[in-house]
């Protein structure tokens, strides 16, 4: 099968003589890892030449960490739309997935991703979207070895954290070929060099960040809600939202915060039945955008100039106890964590 999808992909890239790789708005290590095996593909088995470019920050201190390590591959684009007659690759993200600087209309040459996709499948030329994989780097790893094309350490070893990222350690939303890509890159992967980055030091800003997320914090039932006000990167409130996850007791977490001129909202559940990506699309409505799976979602809305930061988020945290049935028989009322 994967034989088959390298064909389809030379196919698609026929006469090309380089392509733009775009992953999503502040790329995290999935997307950091795959599209870096993209390019690396191109380049080594099409003799295609590549480009990396997104749009936004990396700011969590781990993906500063693993782009430093790999020799600061990506270039940050300097306006919102990607100017280029080039081939475009989307890479764990979607046309019209609203976290991706392609225009609405610009076509995409090639799509490759592990998102549910709301809106229908999308049109490209080349289009491998599993929804039932943990993370893109395995759909990217499949292909390197499917065209026996050699995978160099520090590529190895940032696909290998991609997968552990995305997965929580093969613990969430994990399938069969995530263990295999997994493990097969874990022979590969320089060890040392995942302990630093997983260990990368954070600034000062973190820590106060940290402090107004546990005063925020009320409890609602099994839901962890957290306004963290303005976020010094965009990923802060996923960092949040995967730290409260560990909190006994709850099934739920949302923090939000705003960044420039979006709120954004981090979505964590326990709930597989229910799921994150459900949550955060019924709170988000027709406001933004938003996506994930089932237990890891998000969310950004452009904030209105008329109503204040701290209205939007109530008026989203009631949406969020309707949607969790825990505004009726009993009115649950939030509780500060501490």
């Not at 160099?152 to 990222?165: K, M």
């Not at 309707?322 to 009115?331: G, M, R, S, T």
């Amino acid at each position: 099968m994967e034989n088959e999808r390298i064909t389809a992909l030379a196919a698609v890239l026929d006469g090309a003589q380089k392509v733009l790789i775009l992953p999503h708005n502040d790329p995290d290590p999935d997307a950091i890892a795959s599209a870096l095996a993209l390019k690396h593909l191109l380049e080594q088995k099409f003799q295609i030449k590549a480009q990396i470019a997104y749009r936004g920050i990396i700011g969590r201190a781990e993906n500063k960490a693993l782009v430093r390590y790999l020799g600061n591959p990506l270039t940050q684009l300097t306006s919102d739309r990607p100017k280029t007659g080039m081939p475009i690759a989307l890479i764990d993200t979607q046309p019209n997935a609203g976290n991706n600087p392609l225009p609405p209309g610009m076509p995409a040459a090639i799509v490759i991703d592990h998102h549910p996709s709301h809106a229908g499948p999308p049109e490209a030329g080349y289009l491998d979207i599993r929804t039932h994989v943990g993370a893109t780097a395995t759909i990217l790893t499949e292909y390197l070895r499917a065209a026996q094309v050699s995978i160099p350490t520090p590529l190895a070893t940032a696909l290998f954290y991609g997968i552990q990222t995305d997965t929580m350690g093969l613990v969430r939303d994990v399938s069969p070929a995530d263990k295999e890509a997994y493990f097969f890159l874990l022979t590969m992967a320089n060890v040392e060099a995942l302990a630093q980055i997983e260990m990368a030091q954070v600034p000062a800003e973190y820590f106060r960040s940290l402090a107004a997320a546990l005063q925020s914090t009320r409890i609602y039932d099994d839901l962890a809600v957290a306004y963290l006000g303005e976020l010094n990167y965009p990923d802060l409130g996923a960092e949040m939202a995967d730290l409260f996850q560990r909190l006994r007791g709850v099934s739920w977490v949302i923090c939000m915060g705003t960044y420039g001129n979006e709120l954004i909202i981090s979505v964590r559940s326990r709930n597989k039945r229910v799921g994150a990506s459900r949550l955060v699309r019924a709170i988000v409505g027709e406001k933004g955008s938003a996506g994930g799976h089932g237990t890891m979602a998000a969310g950004h809305i452009p904030l209105p100039p008329e109503i204040p930061p701290e209205k939007l988020t109530q008026e989203l945290l009631q949406k969020a106890l309707a949607f969790l049935n825990k505004d009726k028989d009993q009115q649950v009322s939030g509780k500060p964590l501490i």
